[in-house]
C-alpha cells in the first residue's frame, strides 16, 4: 500500500510539469498557434523562479517573476507568429533556442562563480492518513486542468478559442478579433508554461541549472497530441507519462531485471502509436499553425 | 489523405524542433578570462609563466561537483605558479574539439580537458598538437593510444564509493541503502556506483541496497536533470532508505536536495567528486560525508610537472578518500573513523580490492 502512495506521489511530480506543459501547448494549438516552445519557455521561467528567489528571498515573487517570464516569452511568439505571420514552428524553435541560450549565459555571467540555493522549495501537504506527501504546485495543475477543460467548453472566450482554431473566417465574418483572441490565448499558455517552469525552480529544486528542464516540455508537447488537444486527454497522458517515469525507479529500487531504456521510451512510442492512428484519431485544430 | 499528410508533417516537425533545439546549445562559447588572484607568482619555480587553458565537460565552472574541482585545480596553479588562466565551459557535446580548438589556436602551454566524454576530441587535439600539454581529467588512456604529451588524470572511482558504501553500512539504522546515479554508460559514474554497492555488501551484507541509474534518458540529459534525482532519492526514502549517496553533475545534486527536504526525518546523504558540504548549502544539514577524489591536487600537480620540466605522459592514478563528516561527525565513531582509515590504506596498497571491473562489462 505505501509502496502504492509513493508511486503515486512520485507519478505525480513528475507529471506536473508536463501536465502544465501540456496545458500550455494546448492553449496556444486550440486557438490556432502551433506552440512547440513549451520548453524553452518554462527553462526561461525556471531561470527567472531562481534569479527571482535568491534576489528578493520570497519563493511566491519567485512564482510571479516565473510566470511574467513565461508570458513576455509567449508574447515573442505570439508577436512573430500572429502579427509578423512568420512560420509558427520557426518562430517556436526560436523561443527555445533562445531560452536556452539566455539563460546559459545569463546563469554564466550571473552565478558563474559563486551560485546560491534558493530559500527552499515549495511545500508538500500531507496526503490524509498517510505518510505520502503532495507536491502543492502538483494540487495546482490539477485545477488548472479542470479549469481550462471548464473554460474552453463553458465560456465565451473558450468558444471563441476554438472557433479561432478550427475556423478563423468563419470567426471574423462573426465579429470575432481573430488576432486579439489568439494573443490572449498564446499568453495564457504563456504563463502556465511559466508556472511549469515554477514548479523547477523554486517548486521543487532549490538551484537552476542550464538545460535543466531536460525535455520535459517536449515530453508536453507529446502529452498535449496523445491527448487529443483536450485538457482531460492531455492531462491523463501526462499522469501516464509521469507514471512510466515514476515505475522505472520503482522497478529499479526493487532490481526487477528489465532495462530501463525500454521504460523509458514508452512515452515517446504511445504518442508515436497514437499519431499513427491505431489508437482512435488525433487531428489537432483545423487551422493549428495557420496564419490569419 | 490531407489529414494523415498534416500529422505525419507535424511529427516531423516536432522531431526537427526538437533537434534544432538540441542544435541550439553550440555555438557561443567564448574563453572566460579569471582575475589574477592577489599575490600572483609568489610560488612560482621560475622560467616562462604558463598559458593553462581549461574546457569543461558539457556544464559550468561552477557546477559544484566535477568542473569546479578541475578548475580550482588550475585556480592553484594561478597562485602557486603564476600561471595565467582561462577557461571555455562546454554548453553542448558537439562543441568540444572547437572549444579546445580555441587554446590551440591562442598557443596555450597546457590544455585541460574535463571529463570522459571529452576524451576522443582531446586525444585528436593532443595528436594534432604535439607541442602543446594535454590533460586530460577523468580520461583513461586505452594502451596503444599513448601520446608524449598527453596526460590522463584518473581515479579509482571505485574505491571511493566502496569507501562510502563502507561507511553507510556502519552509520545505516534502517539497514537499508539508496544511490542515486546519473548514468551506467559513462565508467566512473557507474564505478562510483557498484564500488558503493560492493563497500556496503563486504561492511554488511544484511543491507538492503536500492541503486538507480538514470540511464533512460540520452547523454545530454542525464547529467543536468536535478528533478528527476530529488524525486529518485524521495522515493527510495519512502522505501526505507536513511542515507542515499547522489552521483553525476546537477542529477546527483536532486539527490541531495531531497535528503535536504526529509531532514527532519533523520535521513542523510552522500556526495560526490568534491566535498559537497562547502557547495550544496542546502544539503548542509544531512550530508555525511562525500566520496571525492582528489582532483585539484591532481590536476595542480600535473600542471606544475609541466612547469618543471618533470611532465610524465600516460595514465596517472589520482588519490580517492572521504570527506570531513561536518555537522555529522557524532554519528560516526572513532572506532568507525578506524576501520575507514584502515580501509583506505588497504585499498591503496591493494590489500582489499573491490573487484569492479574499469567499465561495465
Redesign the interface.
Known sequence: M??LL??L??TL??AT?ITLGAMSGLACERAGVVN?AI??MMLSAAFAGFWAAVTTGNLYIAIVAAIVVGVLMSALHAALAITCKVDQ?IS??VI??LG??LT??L??QW???????TP??LPSVPLPGT??TIRVLALVAIAIVLALHFVLKNTAWGLRVRAVGEHPRAADTVGINVRRVRYSAVLVGGALAGLGGAH?VPG????F????T???G?IA?AAM?FGKWRPLGAWAAALFFGFT??L???L??YNVPID??L???LPYLAT?IV?A?FVG????PAADGVPY | ME??V???E??A??L???L??TL??CG?ATP?ATPPAAGGAAGSTGGKKLKVGLVTDV??????SFNQSSYEGIVRAQKELGSEIKYV?T?DAKDYSKNIDQFVQEKYDVIVTVGFAIGEATLAAAKASPSIKFIGVDQFIASGAELPNLAGLTFEEDKAGYLAGALAAMVTKTKNL?GVFATDTVPPVWRFGEGYRAGIKATDPSVQI????H???GL??TF?????G???A???F??GADIVFGGG??TG??AL?GA??RKDKGVLCIGVDTDQYET???AQPVILTSAIKLLTPGVFNLVKAVQDNAFKSGNVVGDVGLAPFHQQESKVTAEMKARIDKLTADLKSGAVKTGVPPVKP
Open positions: 505505501n509502496l509513493s508511486l506521489a512520485t511530480t513528475f510539469p512547440i520548453e524553452g514552428i517556436s524553435t527555445n533556442i536556452f541560450g546559459s549565459y546563469y554564466g552565478y558563474a562563480r559563486n551560485a546560491p540555493d527552499g522549495t505518510s505520502v523547477f521543487y529544486v532549490p538551484s541549472s542550464p538545460g535543466m531536460a525535455g520535459y517536449f508537447l497530441i517515469l515514476a522505472q525507479i520503482t529499479q529500487t530501463t531504456r521504460i523509458g521510451a508515436l499519431l492512428g484519431r488525433s487531428t489537432p | 489529414r494523415f498534416k500529422r505525419r507535424f511529427l516537425l516536432s526537427a524542433a526538437t534544432s533545439a541550439a546549445a557561443a572566460t556544464g559550468s565552472v561552477n557546477d559544484k565551459e554548453k539508496g536500492q541503486i538507480i541509474y540511464s533512460d534518458v545530454d540529459k543536468t536533470d536535478p528533478a528527476w530529488k524525486a529518485t524521495l522515493a527510495m519512502d522505501k553533475g546537477n545534486n536532486g536536495a535536504a527536504e550544496v548549502t542546502e
